[in-house]
């Protein structure tokens, strides 16, 4: 069965810096989804990648997938307090039963 | 375009009480699906339907049950609430996955429940 792994939970920077969040999945999966959430609203899709190598960005974020590794990155650049968010990876199951299983997310804090 | 919505927003049940959740999408999406969010335990996918008269079990499907009669709607039954079913519910609803790299799922609004 499919797991889906976020790595950090919980992350808390200062404006300007950079980070990385981690998203392991367990299966062989070539779709993967990056959503953000603020905080008591819903989901708003960030990326799709749907490739091994697959490179997407828009403005401070970048997100990646590494098939192979089964790993997709969400990396932040020079971080705004904007940004502050939770964020989820999901993994498509694909032709198996089309189910998409997200990780626990990461709850992004960036102090001012 | 609405996109999708969820009815009702807010809702507390006594422990035994059903109910149906109504989710709604205009947006002619094959797939829709139920998921519950829970805190620290991101989002758990309750059931799914991958085209309209089809239904299939996702993650923590136990006590719930679902209709896709229409198209556009989604249709999550809670037969005899329990506390443990306490969450936030969202639907969702998308095209036909990984066959472009617009398909991404929309989600609606959310769904408070809870049950005393």
């Not at chain 1, 960030?46 to 190598?53: A, E, K, Y």
């Not at chain 1, 590494?66 to 999901?90: E, W």
């Not at chain 2, 506390?83 to 617009?102: H, I, K």
Request: net charge positive; glycine share 8%; hydrophobic share 35%.
């Amino acid at each position: 069965e499919l797991k889906v792994e976020q790595n950090p939970l919980f992350l808390s920077m200062q404006e300007g810096k950079n980070y990385t969040i981690y998203c392991n999945y367990s299966t062989t999966s070539d779709r993967l989804y990056w959503y953000r959430q603020d905080p008591g609203k819903s989901l708003e899709s960030l990326f799709v990648l749907l490739s091994n190598g697959a490179v997407k960005q828009e403005g401070r974020l970048m997100a990646s997938l590494d098939t192979k590794a089964r790993l997709s990155t969400l990396h932040i650049t020079a971080a705004v307090h904007d940004l502050s968010a939770t964020y989820f990876c999901a993994v498509d199951t694909m032709n198996r039963d089309d189910k998409i299983i997200f990780g626990k997310g990461t709850r992004l804090h960036i102090l001012p | 375009n609405a996109g999708v919505t969820q009815t009702p927003k807010f809702r507390v049940l006594k422990t035994g009480q059903s109910m149906t959740l109504l989710c709604a999408q205009d947006m002619n999406h094959e797939y829709m699906y139920w998921y519950r969010q829970d805190p620290g335990m991101g989002l758990r996918l309750i059931h799914y339907s991958v085209g309209e008269g089809t239904t299939a079990k996702g993650e923590v499907p136990d006590g719930y049950n679902v209709s896709r009669l229409k198209k556009q709607n989604f249709l999550l039954g809670l037969e005899s609430a329990a506390p443990s079913q306490t969450s936030v519910y969202f639907c969702a609803s998308s095209y036909v996955l990984g066959t472009s790299e617009r398909n991404e799922q929309f989600f609606g609004p959310g769904t408070r429940l809870t049950v005393l």
